[in-house]
């Protein structure tokens, strides 16, 4: 029953990257050019209504539909791990033209050469593991 | 029916975003794409090689479920729920993209240089994929997460890390685009 639930979670995702273009090259660099406001619109949205369910739920302690806490835990405190990771980041986003979520969704819409992207994504995970310990956090 | 095939505006699309956030954190999850990314480094066997990877796979069992509907969702959104997969970016970004090259810049869904079959054959193009992947994969477990877990659960959480991380995001990308990007196309 639960894997109905997030499987259905998950084709409601794909979708809407899909269809909102989130998931295209295009509208990828088109938003590091400042050309559009699409990008933005989708961001900026989802994060205001984001910021005000996530207070809803922490003012007035909502429960899960399971009846359990919602209990959201802190982000590790750090700077440079967040500043250096998230350039790095940054630069694959912009290069390959999609971010862990629509890269799937790509797959799925018969990209077939966004595997090369995957895969490298997989073993670019594997790399910071290795080095994990010797980098800055 | 022709609200549903025609691209989605943002205005649409971001509250459908939170309303998947909402949904996951109502089912006890949060949401976060690139740490599966990680849990496929375990299945295969990673954890031998660095403790980051030691962990039980069979916890995350249920964001991979996530990644199989998104997969799925991108199979039923290009093939029933789309009339045209021609994406309408701006005429400017159109004119700079087809001067570096990109001839397929307001006609396709991806960039055909790079996503059609045919540039599996081309070294320059498989090669760029690569090197996006990895950074992405990189970077993404660097700074503990991507767009989803930074960008939108963790600023919707008002957390100073995921700002940093933001800020990192658009740092990188800013360089990429219009320092990097003049040298390679």
Same mark, same amino acid.
């Given at each position: 029953m639960r894997t109905l639930v997030y499987l259905s979670i998950g084709i409601f995702f794909g979708i809407t990257m899909f269809k909102s273009e989130a998931a295209s090259w295009f509208r990828i660099y088109e938003m590091f050019q400042f050309q559009s406001f699409h990008m933005y619109g989708i961001i900026g949205s989802a994060l205001v209504l984001g910021v005000i369910m996530i207070q809803l739920i922490k003012r007035f302690k909502i429960k899960s539909f399971y009846g359990e806490e919602i209990d959201i835990q802190p982000k590790d405190k750090g700077i440079s791990r967040y500043l250096i990771g998230g350039s790095i980041f940054g630069l694959g986003w912009a290069l390959s033209g999609a971010c862990p979520g629509p890269m799937f969704t790509l797959i799925g819409a018969g990209y077939l050469p966004i595997l090369i992207v995957i895969v490298f994504a997989v073993l670019g995970t594997f790399l910071y593991g290795i080095l994990k310990n010797k980098l800055p956090h | 029916m022709k609200y549903i095939l025609d691209p989605w505006p943002w205005y649409v699309a971001g509250p459908l975003i939170a309303f998947i956030m909402f949904l996951l954190l109502m089912v006890g999850k949060r949401f976060g794409m690139s740490s599966n990314l990680r849990t496929l480094c375990t299945m295969c066997g990673a954890g031998n090689t660095s403790d =980051? =990877?030691? =962990? *039980?796979w069979k916890s995350q069992r249920w964001n991979l479920i996530v990644v199989l509907g998104a997969i799925i969702g991108g199979f039923i959104g290009a093939?029933? !729920? +789309?009339t045209s997969t021609e994406v309408a970016i701006s005429p400017k970004t159109i004119e700079d993209l087809q001067a570096l090259g990109f001839s397929s810049a307001g006609t396709a869904y991806l960039p055909t240089e790079l996503f *059609?079959? +045919?540039? !599996? +054959?081309n070294i320059q193009s498989v090669l760029l994929l690569a090197i996006g992947g990895l950074l992405v994969g990189f970077g993404a477990r660097y700074a503990g997460g991507c767009t989803s877990g930074h960008a939108i659960s963790g600023l919707s959480n008002l957390q100073l890390p995921s700002l940093l991380a933001v800020i990192g995001f658009f740092a990188g990308g800013l360089l990429m685009i219009h320092i990097i990007f003049p040298l390679i196309f």
């Amino acid at each position: 029953m639960r894997t109905l639930v997030y499987l259905s979670i998950g084709i409601f995702f794909g979708i809407t990257m899909f269809k909102s273009e989130a998931a295209s090259w295009f509208r990828i660099y088109e938003m590091f050019q400042f050309q559009s406001f699409h990008m933005y619109g989708i961001i900026g949205s989802a994060l205001v209504l984001g910021v005000i369910m996530i207070q809803l739920i922490k003012r007035f302690k909502i429960k899960s539909f399971y009846g359990e806490e919602i209990d959201i835990q802190p982000k590790d405190k750090g700077i440079s791990r967040y500043l250096i990771g998230g350039s790095i980041f940054g630069l694959g986003w912009a290069l390959s033209g999609a971010c862990p979520g629509p890269m799937f969704t790509l797959i799925g819409a018969g990209y077939l050469p966004i595997l090369i992207v995957i895969v490298f994504a997989v073993l670019g995970t594997f790399l910071y593991g290795i080095l994990k310990n010797k980098l800055p956090h | 029916m022709k609200y549903i095939l025609d691209p989605w505006p943002w205005y649409v699309a971001g509250p459908l975003i939170a309303f998947i956030m909402f949904l996951l954190l109502m089912v006890g999850k949060r949401f976060g794409m690139s740490s599966n990314l990680r849990t496929l480094c375990t299945m295969c066997g990673a954890g031998n090689t660095s403790d =980051f =990877f030691k =962990f *039980d796979w069979k916890s995350q069992r249920w964001n991979l479920i996530v990644v199989l509907g998104a997969i799925i969702g991108g199979f039923i959104g290009a093939t029933y !729920l +789309s009339t045209s997969t021609e994406v309408a970016i701006s005429p400017k970004t159109i004119e700079d993209l087809q001067a570096l090259g990109f001839s397929s810049a307001g006609t396709a869904y991806l960039p055909t240089e790079l996503f *059609d079959i +045919s540039a !599996l +054959s081309n070294i320059q193009s498989v090669l760029l994929l690569a090197i996006g992947g990895l950074l992405v994969g990189f970077g993404a477990r660097y700074a503990g997460g991507c767009t989803s877990g930074h960008a939108i659960s963790g600023l919707s959480n008002l957390q100073l890390p995921s700002l940093l991380a933001v800020i990192g995001f658009f740092a990188g990308g800013l360089l990429m685009i219009h320092i990097i990007f003049p040298l390679i196309f």
